[in-house]
């Protein structure tokens, strides 16, 4: 009559449909609750979900319910001191009578409905609409390659790949298993026959019974066999794919005296952005920190964003330095190349034609992008129009210029913005 | 007593789950407990999250409203705000209750005996469940219920079938029969009946009719049958039933979520009831191992710990009070009936001649039966347990500046709290009076609703977004009337459709 189910190992996300029925429902408010969310992430931050909290009046489902007012009647526990025809102040509105769903509408407030977004969730409403530029590369190398690797042994398999040490040694194992009891019981035997064929009048019949079983447990023995079937290992392989979407990220940074920390912030921010953006298409991805003022050097993250240097800017530094890195270390057959360039857009007067023309002839044609983001209000430096002769040529080079904190995704948007083919 | 012990230490295992279950199920045969056949699933505390995201039924159909209510449980839980009740049951033939994974050896044997005996054998014996559900066919029916909403997504996408879904849950409460008894039918009868409804409507339903020339004769006879002729309290069966031209999918779907809203209503109308019953059951069956042998000292403190936190009731002041604790309650007036059956005093004998000094038993059987919350409590709710949970009535009469203290628990009280109290757990009066009283049908085809307000209580102001879903699935003008105590028309809030 009783059943009992073990039901823990059916799918634990019964509830995922609804879950993302509900996402879908409110996309506008979470949405707007994501684009909120990371202007204030930390940076570091760029493995976790998020919260999001949307007003409840919005989710709220109706029905016909009484409103306030009127007159009503209820019944409370723990009467202390009151008499029937005592009259009590009325508490303010919403106040401990407990009485119903009204309670808590004037009294506390309404609260904010909050939830968890998964990591992915929060990815992709962050990153909807965005397609990676130039992503021909990488659709081409899309289709996986794979690599066989030993991944230990196995009892099956086609005799090439018979590890024989260790069968040999299996087999050896259970030889000597098997076989250790039934010579502990011949030993026996010879050595009772010794004893007998040693004494003055030996018992014919009892030797004959005893040369049966000794020729009994030698031809047991001489069964066990040298290698059984069981005994056999062979290696096992199994094929892993081979990362080749692969990406490098060059990360460039003004960190002249002009770039104060809010605006180094919002370089921050906008490499972390561009950063979660290859995470979701590539594998493996490499970021190199370039700094430079008037020369450039290759720096780890933590010096790249905390270090700041007195004096002029040269930029082509920078792309010099880049330059060399790529065809050092970044073999163009191997990796796709994005570039980010942060900059409040000063540069030494007689350098920005440099850099015009280390992009077009040298950098643009090794990238797969190049994004530049001059932080800071005014347009017209001389950086910004080399720049923005470039752009008019290639497609792949992308700028624009951010002011404040919450202008880095809609420009980011902008920038990443899907491109008509 | 040690050798007899089921579980000594707090692990469970499948055999002590097992073994409590047969002990108890020997001692409620015992105390002559009749239940559906158990079914005992073991799940994780997430899959409880899912749970109780789908209204604690193991199957449900799709919609976002439990995607939130998923969201909002888990948050609440990460947080630690709630824990989560460590049982689900569900009223179905063999009745299916949840056991949770991290619950120690003795939680379960409290959930086997709360859930699997108590919550069961009120399933399985009371009128309103006995009239309105049926355990055999329920999760059947789930199945079918999600898999033909499913289908309706594929064909007529998930947009569609959302805001249908989303205007019928506006109206769930309103898609319950209270009075008429249920005529059983067949499924085929079910069908055969649908056709024909269907066709009659597309009959009526002909655009023409409107350029016939009017017969004066023919159209008063016609117009002076008021449609429906009585007002009709189940909204969601009339406008499947009536709703001038819906999709036949359309109108499955209303049927579906006036089904489930049907299949729940029991539980709404019996929580003092039914938890009381569950709790009572439990407390006297872990009593009855104990006594025999079967838990150890250890397990039976734990059981009392957690059974007197299920059972505590702050008082009205308390910062914890959030109304009276059904559990509280419940278990407090079982207990009581069992003490007035066992050893009444004279104020008993007074005010229960009939079970003063009856079998108790047979007197609790008869109570659980018989009742919903309501008539439980104005039938059996003693001076005793009203002297001893010290309950007052309070009027809140907002034409008046202060509060009035209606009745304390003394004897010139105890009448009107006992009235008073049954009134709070009758659901058809609390939540607010909507009839459907007229649906034109040889004009606009507008439907009109009706509120008769009591104790000048009005609608709050979500009821026009209700109204708005009542308009979408009508498919015409709706109009709600809030008629005041005099009868005469207060309000009138109406929706109207700018496009068929």
Redesign the interface.
């Given at each position: 009559m009783l059943q009992v189910i073990d039901r823990r190992l059916n799918g634990r996300h019964k509830s995922a449909v609804n879950r993302q029925r509900f996402i879908h429902r409110y996309k506008q408010q979470i949405r707007k609750a994501v684009a909120d969310a990371i202007t204030d992430r930390s940076i570091t931050d760029t493995s976790s979900g998020e919260k999001i909290s949307i007003p409840t009046r919005d989710i709220k489902e109706p029905s016909f319910r009484h409103g306030r007012g009127g007159s009503t009647e209820t019944v409370h526990p723990g009467n202390k001191e009151y008499t029937a025809g005592d009259t009590i102040k009325r508490p303010p509105s919403g106040g401990g009578d407990g009485r119903g769903p009204n309670a808590s509408k004037d009294g506390e407030g309404e609260d904010d409905f909050v939830f968890q977004l998964s990591r992915e969730e929060f990815m992709d409403l962050f990153f909807e609409d965005l397609e990676l530029p130039n992503l021909a590369k990488t659709q081409i190398t899309r289709t996986v390659e794979h690599d066989s690797v030993r991944a230990g042994h196995t009892r099956d398999g086609i005799p090439a790949s018979i590890d024989i040490v260790r069968s040999l040694t299996g087999a050896m194992a259970r030889r000597i298993a098997l076989q250790t009891p039934l010579k502990r019981e011949l030993r026996s035997v010879e050595e009772e026959l010794e004893a007998l064929s040693e004494c003055d009048e030996p018992d014919q019949n009892r030797i004959v019974v005893l040369q049966d079983q000794v020729q009994h447990f030698k031809t047991r023995i001489k069964a066990i066999p040298y290698v059984d079937e069981f005994d056999l290992r062979f290696h096992n392989r199994v094929l892993r794919p081979r990362p080749k979407t692969q990406a490098v990220m060059f990360c460039l940074m003004d960190v002249s005296g002009s770039m104060d920390e809010q605006r180094k912030d919002i370089a921050k921010r906008f490499f972390i952005l561009l950063y979660y953006f290859l995470n979701r298409s590539y594998e493996h991805i490499q970021v190199v920190f370039i700094r430079h003022h008037t020369t450039a050097t290759e720096v780890d993250e933590e010096e790249f964003f905390q270090s700041r240097e007195t004096g002029g800017t040269v930029v082509s530094s920078a792309l010099e330095l880049m330059n060399k890195i790529i065809a050092q270390r970044y073999p163009l057959s191997d990796w796709n190349i994005y570039a980010a360039q942060a900059s409040d857009g000063d540069n030494w007067p007689q350098d920005s034609g440099r850099c015009r023309e280390l992009l077009v002839e040298q950098i643009l044609p090794k990238l797969q992008y190049y994004a530049y983001v001059q932080i800071a209000v005014e347009r017209q430096q001389q950086l910004w129009q080399e720049y923005d002769a470039i752009r008019a040529e290639h497609p792949h080079f992308a700028m624009q210029t951010i002011i404040e904190r919450a202008q880095i995704y809609p420009v980011f948007r902008e920038l990443m913005q899907k491109r008509e083919a | 007593m040690s050798s007899q012990v089921i579980s000594p230490g707090s692990d469970w295992t499948?055999e002590i789950?097992?073994c409590y279950?047969?002990e108890i199920?020997r001692i409620a045969a015992n105390y002559n407990l009749d239940t559906y056949?158990?079914?005992?699933?073991?799940?994780?505390a997430?899959?409880m999250?899912?749970a109780y995201?789908?209204v604690g039924l193991p199957v449900g159909y799709?919609?976002?409203?439990?995607?939130?209510?998923?969201?909002?449980t888990?948050?609440r839980y990460?947080r630690g705000q709630i824990g989560l009740a460590y049982e689900i049951v569900i009223n179905s033939n063999?009745c299916i209750s949840?056991l949770m994974?991290e619950n120690t050896s003795t939680m379960q044997a409290l959930v086997i005996a709360h859930a699997a005996f108590g919550h069961n054998s009120f399933f399985k014996g009371n009128y309103l469940f006995r009239t309105w559900t049926n355990a055999d066919a329920i999760v059947d029916y789930l199945v079918f219920a999600r898999d033909y909403i499913a289908e309706c997504e594929r064909r007529h996408g998930?947009l569609e079938v959302?805001l249908l879904l989303?205007s019928c849950?506006?109206?769930?409460?309103?898609g319950v029969d209270t009075c008429r008894q249920p005529y059983l039918r067949s499924d085929e009868e079910e069908r055969a009946k649908q056709l024909a409804q269907e066709q009659y409507i597309e009959e009526q339903y002909n655009d023409l009719w409107r350029t016939l020339p009017v017969e004066p004769n023919l159209d008063r006879r016609e117009d002076n049958v008021r449609f429906p002729s009585e007002p009709q309290e189940n909204i969601l069966y009339f406008i499947e039933k009536h709703a001038p031209h819906m999709d036949p999918w359309k109108r499955e779907i209303v049927r579906i979520v006036r089904k489930m809203a049907q299949y729940f209503h029991p539980q709404r109308q019996t929580k003092v009831m039914n938890e009381g019953w569950a709790t009572f059951w439990h407390y006297t069956l872990m009593n009855t191992l104990y006594d025999e042998g079967f838990l150890s000292d250890g397990s039976m403190f734990e059981f009392l710990q957690s059974h007197t936190s299920v059972i505590f009731?702050?008082?009205?002041?308390?910062?914890r009070?959030?109304?009276?604790n059904p559990y509280a309650l419940g278990f407090a007036m079982m207990s009581d009936i069992r003490r007035i059956c066992e050893s009444p005093t004279e104020e008993d004998r007074r005010w229960f001649p009939d079970i003063a000094g009856s079998d108790w038993l047979k007197t609790m059987d008869f109570a659980m039966r018989n009742f919903k919350d309501e008539s439980f409590i104005a039938q059996y709710l003693s001076p005793k347990l009203m002297r001893d949970?010290?309950?007052?009535?309070?009027?809140?009469?907002?034409?008046k500046?202060?509060?009035?203290?209606?009745?304390?628990?003394?004897e010139?009280?105890y009448s009107l709290?006992r009235q008073?109290?049954a009134?709070?757990y009758n659901v058809a009066s609390q939540?607010?009076d909507?009839k459907i009283v007229d649906a034109n049908r040889r004009g606009d085809r507008s439907l009109t609703l009706a509120?008769s307000?009591?104790?000048?209580?009005?609608?709050?102001?979500?009821?026009d977004?209700?109204l708005k879903?009542v308009a979408f699935l009508w498919g015409f003008d709706v109009r709600l009337d809030e008629i005041d105590e005099g009868g005469k028309i207060a309000v009138t809030r109406e929706t109207k459709i700018c496009a068929a």
């Amino acid at each position: 009559m009783l059943q009992v189910i073990d039901r823990r190992l059916n799918g634990r996300h019964k509830s995922a449909v609804n879950r993302q029925r509900f996402i879908h429902r409110y996309k506008q408010q979470i949405r707007k609750a994501v684009a909120d969310a990371i202007t204030d992430r930390s940076i570091t931050d760029t493995s976790s979900g998020e919260k999001i909290s949307i007003p409840t009046r919005d989710i709220k489902e109706p029905s016909f319910r009484h409103g306030r007012g009127g007159s009503t009647e209820t019944v409370h526990p723990g009467n202390k001191e009151y008499t029937a025809g005592d009259t009590i102040k009325r508490p303010p509105s919403g106040g401990g009578d407990g009485r119903g769903p009204n309670a808590s509408k004037d009294g506390e407030g309404e609260d904010d409905f909050v939830f968890q977004l998964s990591r992915e969730e929060f990815m992709d409403l962050f990153f909807e609409d965005l397609e990676l530029p130039n992503l021909a590369k990488t659709q081409i190398t899309r289709t996986v390659e794979h690599d066989s690797v030993r991944a230990g042994h196995t009892r099956d398999g086609i005799p090439a790949s018979i590890d024989i040490v260790r069968s040999l040694t299996g087999a050896m194992a259970r030889r000597i298993a098997l076989q250790t009891p039934l010579k502990r019981e011949l030993r026996s035997v010879e050595e009772e026959l010794e004893a007998l064929s040693e004494c003055d009048e030996p018992d014919q019949n009892r030797i004959v019974v005893l040369q049966d079983q000794v020729q009994h447990f030698k031809t047991r023995i001489k069964a066990i066999p040298y290698v059984d079937e069981f005994d056999l290992r062979f290696h096992n392989r199994v094929l892993r794919p081979r990362p080749k979407t692969q990406a490098v990220m060059f990360c460039l940074m003004d960190v002249s005296g002009s770039m104060d920390e809010q605006r180094k912030d919002i370089a921050k921010r906008f490499f972390i952005l561009l950063y979660y953006f290859l995470n979701r298409s590539y594998e493996h991805i490499q970021v190199v920190f370039i700094r430079h003022h008037t020369t450039a050097t290759e720096v780890d993250e933590e010096e790249f964003f905390q270090s700041r240097e007195t004096g002029g800017t040269v930029v082509s530094s920078a792309l010099e330095l880049m330059n060399k890195i790529i065809a050092q270390r970044y073999p163009l057959s191997d990796w796709n190349i994005y570039a980010a360039q942060a900059s409040d857009g000063d540069n030494w007067p007689q350098d920005s034609g440099r850099c015009r023309e280390l992009l077009v002839e040298q950098i643009l044609p090794k990238l797969q992008y190049y994004a530049y983001v001059q932080i800071a209000v005014e347009r017209q430096q001389q950086l910004w129009q080399e720049y923005d002769a470039i752009r008019a040529e290639h497609p792949h080079f992308a700028m624009q210029t951010i002011i404040e904190r919450a202008q880095i995704y809609p420009v980011f948007r902008e920038l990443m913005q899907k491109r008509e083919a | 007593m040690s050798s007899q012990v089921i579980s000594p230490g707090s692990d469970w295992t499948f055999e002590i789950i097992e073994c409590y279950e047969r002990e108890i199920a020997r001692i409620a045969a015992n105390y002559n407990l009749d239940t559906y056949p158990n079914q005992l699933e073991i799940i994780s505390a997430e899959q409880m999250i899912d749970a109780y995201s789908m209204v604690g039924l193991p199957v449900g159909y799709t919609h976002w409203s439990y995607g939130k209510q998923f969201l909002a449980t888990e948050q609440r839980y990460r947080r630690g705000q709630i824990g989560l009740a460590y049982e689900i049951v569900i009223n179905s033939n063999p009745c299916i209750s949840y056991l949770m994974e991290e619950n120690t050896s003795t939680m379960q044997a409290l959930v086997i005996a709360h859930a699997a005996f108590g919550h069961n054998s009120f399933f399985k014996g009371n009128y309103l469940f006995r009239t309105w559900t049926n355990a055999d066919a329920i999760v059947d029916y789930l199945v079918f219920a999600r898999d033909y909403i499913a289908e309706c997504e594929r064909r007529h996408g998930e947009l569609e079938v959302e805001l249908l879904l989303d205007s019928c849950h506006a109206l769930m409460n309103y898609g319950v029969d209270t009075c008429r008894q249920p005529y059983l039918r067949s499924d085929e009868e079910e069908r055969a009946k649908q056709l024909a409804q269907e066709q009659y409507i597309e009959e009526q339903y002909n655009d023409l009719w409107r350029t016939l020339p009017v017969e004066p004769n023919l159209d008063r006879r016609e117009d002076n049958v008021r449609f429906p002729s009585e007002p009709q309290e189940n909204i969601l069966y009339f406008i499947e039933k009536h709703a001038p031209h819906m999709d036949p999918w359309k109108r499955e779907i209303v049927r579906i979520v006036r089904k489930m809203a049907q299949y729940f209503h029991p539980q709404r109308q019996t929580k003092v009831m039914n938890e009381g019953w569950a709790t009572f059951w439990h407390y006297t069956l872990m009593n009855t191992l104990y006594d025999e042998g079967f838990l150890s000292d250890g397990s039976m403190f734990e059981f009392l710990q957690s059974h007197t936190s299920v059972i505590f009731q702050p008082g009205f002041d308390d910062p914890r009070y959030s109304g009276i604790n059904p559990y509280a309650l419940g278990f407090a007036m079982m207990s009581d009936i069992r003490r007035i059956c066992e050893s009444p005093t004279e104020e008993d004998r007074r005010w229960f001649p009939d079970i003063a000094g009856s079998d108790w038993l047979k007197t609790m059987d008869f109570a659980m039966r018989n009742f919903k919350d309501e008539s439980f409590i104005a039938q059996y709710l003693s001076p005793k347990l009203m002297r001893d949970f010290k309950l007052f009535s309070i009027l809140d009469d907002d034409t008046k500046d202060h509060l009035a203290v209606n009745a304390i628990h003394d004897e010139a009280g105890y009448s009107l709290i006992r009235q008073e109290l049954a009134e709070q757990y009758n659901v058809a009066s609390q939540q607010p009076d909507i009839k459907i009283v007229d649906a034109n049908r040889r004009g606009d085809r507008s439907l009109t609703l009706a509120h008769s307000r009591r104790a000048r209580r009005r609608l709050d102001d979500t009821a026009d977004e209700v109204l708005k879903h009542v308009a979408f699935l009508w498919g015409f003008d709706v109009r709600l009337d809030e008629i005041d105590e005099g009868g005469k028309i207060a309000v009138t809030r109406e929706t109207k459709i700018c496009a068929a």
